[in-house]
């Protein structure tokens, strides 16, 4: 079954400082893979997305994250972080094939920043 | 801003009440979805509309009543909901049901907090 697992409940990183956030999947064929940024009481925003090709993506607010299909992983990085990163970050897996299709979510990162 | 949009942005109501979720996009997205967000938890899925027609039902409980009056529009009713149903109730569409097992994301409003009394 497809899988998203998120090893880190809560980050706490310095502003300016860099960052990853881990994502593992579990998906038995290719996988379509996603990031999104919630902020308290606000819906998901999408920061970028692997479907093929280019195995690191850039994304939205200077965010990039790299496909490594060896370890199944799909990190989010960014190089310097600013306080209004502070968000819950959750990693997805587009699952379903045909007609069906479905996110499945890793249960969330939440990110601090410290002044 | 978010391009599908959600309304009231909160809402607290009694356990007798009826009360209803509105979610509109003008993407011209054929599949519109439902997720209840607990807090500190993942979305999980409740309902999906392909082409204004019930396609998934997670085995939600009947107090809770989707309805798809036209292709851009999304209802979620509520009637005699428990204390347990609070939550961040969240709208989603997507280009049409197979898009994001294609690699097309879900557009997520900003969602609607629900507490029930």
């Known amino acids: 079954a497809q899988s998203v697992t998120q090893p880190d409940i809560h980050i706490t990183v310095s502003e300016g400082a860099s960052l990853e956030l881990r994502c593992n999947y579990s998906?038995?064929?290719?996988?379509?893979l996603f990031w999104y940024v919630q902020s308290p009481g606000q819906g998901l925003q999408l920061l970028l997305k692997?479907?093929?090709?280019?195995?690191l993506v850039q994304g939205i607010k200077g965010f990039e994250a790299e496909f490594k299909r060896s370890q199944s992983s799909f990190n989010l990085r960014k190089p310097s972080v600013h306080w209004s990163d502070a968000a819950e970050y959750f990693c997805?897996?587009?699952?379903?094939?045909?007609?069906?299709?479905?996110?499945?979510f890793g249960k969330g990162t939440k990110l601090s920043v410290k002044p | 801003d978010t391009e599908v949009t959600q309304t009231p942005k909160h809402l607290v109501m009694g356990m007798t009440n009826k009360k209803s979720l509105k979610c509109e996009q003008h993407?011209?997205?054929?599949?519109m979805y439902w997720y209840k967000q607990k807090a500190k938890k993942p979305p999980e899925l409740m309902f999906v509309y392909s082409y204004e027609k019930l396609s998934i039902n997670e085995s939600v409980p009947s107090r809770f009543s989707p309805e798809c009056p036209n292709s851009s529009l999304l209802n979620l009713h509520l009637h005699a909901l428990q204390p347990e149903d609070s939550a961040l109730y969240l709208c989603?569409?997507?280009?049409?049901?197979?898009?994001?097992?294609?690699?097309?994301?879900?557009?997520f409003g900003n969602g609607t907090r629900l507490t029930v009394t």
């Open positions: 692997y479907f093929s090709g280019d195995t």
């Open positions: 993407m011209g997205h054929r599949a």
């Open positions: 997805a897996v587009g699952a379903g094939g045909g007609s069906q299709g479905n996110l499945i």
């Open positions: 989603a569409s997507s280009q049409d049901l197979g898009a994001v097992a294609r690699g097309s994301p879900l557009h």
């Open positions: 998906y038995g064929a290719t996988p379509y």
